[in-house]
C-alpha cells in the first residue's frame, strides 16, 4: 500500500476495507482471518468477525500480545460468541515479529480477508493507525477490513 492510501487509511473513521490489485480467486471454505490483541479498541472488529462467520463459516484468531492487555484466553473464548465449543474456530498467537506472522498465515492460508481493528480517526492524541495494523496494511497480499474502534 502507498503512502497515500495509507493516509486514508489512517484518517478513515468508517469500515476500510483494502483490496489487492493482484487478488486471484476466494476460496470460500478457506478461513476468515482476525488480528486482535484483545484491547477494547479491537471490540468493534471482534464483533465483525463474529457477524461475518455466522453459523458456517470457519475462522482463526491471531492474538498480538500487548503490553497494555495481557490476554487470558479463557477470556477472550467467552467475549463475542468466541465459545469453548466452536470447532469452526482455531486461536493462536504470534509469536514472533506479528506483521510477519500475519502476513505469512493470512498467505499460507489463502485467507479471504483480514479483519483487524484500528483507531477511530486522527484524533491528535494518538496514532489512527497501530504499528501492527499498518504494518499489516503494507504488507498483506490478502483483503483488509479496518474496522475503526
Do not use: W, Y
Not at 467475549?79 to 510477519?100: H, K
Not at 502476513?103 to 499460507?108: I, K, Y
Amino acid at each position: 500500500m502507498g503512502n497515500v492510501a495509507l493516509d486514508l487509511a489512517r484518517q478513515s473513521r468508517l469500515p476500510l476495507l483494502i483490496i489487492p490489485v493482484d487478488l486471484g480467486p476466494i476460496d470460500d471454505a478457506v478461513p476468515l482471518l482476525l488480528v486482535t490483541d484483545h484491547s477494547s479498541d479491537s471490540t468493534r472488529a471482534r464483533t465483525c468477525f463474529t457477524a461475518l462467520l455466522g453459523s458456517e463459516r470457519n475462522g482463526r484468531v491471531m492474538v498480538i500480545n500487548s503490553p497494555d492487555h495481557q490476554l487470558d484466553f479463557e477470556e477472550l473464548k467467552a467475549e463475542e460468541g468466541f465459545a469453548d465449543n466452536n470447532e469452526r474456530l482455531d486461536i493462536g498467537v504470534a509469536l514472533g515479529d506479528p506483521v510477519d506472522d500475519v502476513c505469512n498465515t493470512a498467505s499460507e492460508l489463502k485467507t479471504p480477508l483480514i479483519v483487524i481493528g484500528k483507531h477511530g480517526g486522527p484524533s491528535g492524541r494518538e496514532p489512527a493507525l497501530g504499528g501492527v495494523a499498518e504494518g499489516i496494511c503494507r504488507r498483506a497480499l490478502n483483503p483488509l477490513l479496518l474496522i475503526p474502534s
